[in-house]
């Protein structure tokens, strides 16, 4: 079993930086591709990005690519995300999860944290 938490979220304005941080317990991370997600109320939950289990390489959702990295420290078990050039559409709960094989499905993804409110308004 591995439990995920996720920090970091907060109020920022259009054009901030916000970072967030999932540290896992339970389980070492080193075995899991890590991904990011988030949803708004009333939209299905959206995969934002997801890094391989060396950190080695990373895939992105078009409309974060170039405004969002990823990265993690496996041995802290803690994942990170980098949030550039917010805008109000990135608003939303993001969640961070872990999964067996890379995926942008949620579906795919075992173990969830609890999600964190980042909202981006001026």
Do not use: H
């Not at 109000?88 to 969640?95: H, L, N």
């Amino acid at each position: 079993q591995v439990r995920l938490v996720e920090s970091g979220g907060g109020l920022v304005q259009p054009g901030d930086s916000l970072s967030l941080t999932c540290a896992a317990s339970g389980r070492s991370l080193n075995s899991y591709v890590m991904g990011w997600f988030r949803q708004v109320p009333g939209k299905e939950r959206e995969f934002v990005i997801g890094i391989s289990r060396n950190g080695g390489s990373a895939y992105y959702a078009d409309s974060v690519e170039g405004r969002f990295t990823i990265s993690r420290d496996n041995a802290k078990d803690t994942v990170y995300l980098q949030m550039n050039s917010l805008k109000p559409e990135d608003t939303a709960v993001y969640y961070c999860a872990a999964a067996r094989r890379p995926s942008i499905k949620p579906g795919d993804y075992d173990y969830w944290g609890q999600g964190t409110q980042v909202t981006v308004s001026s």
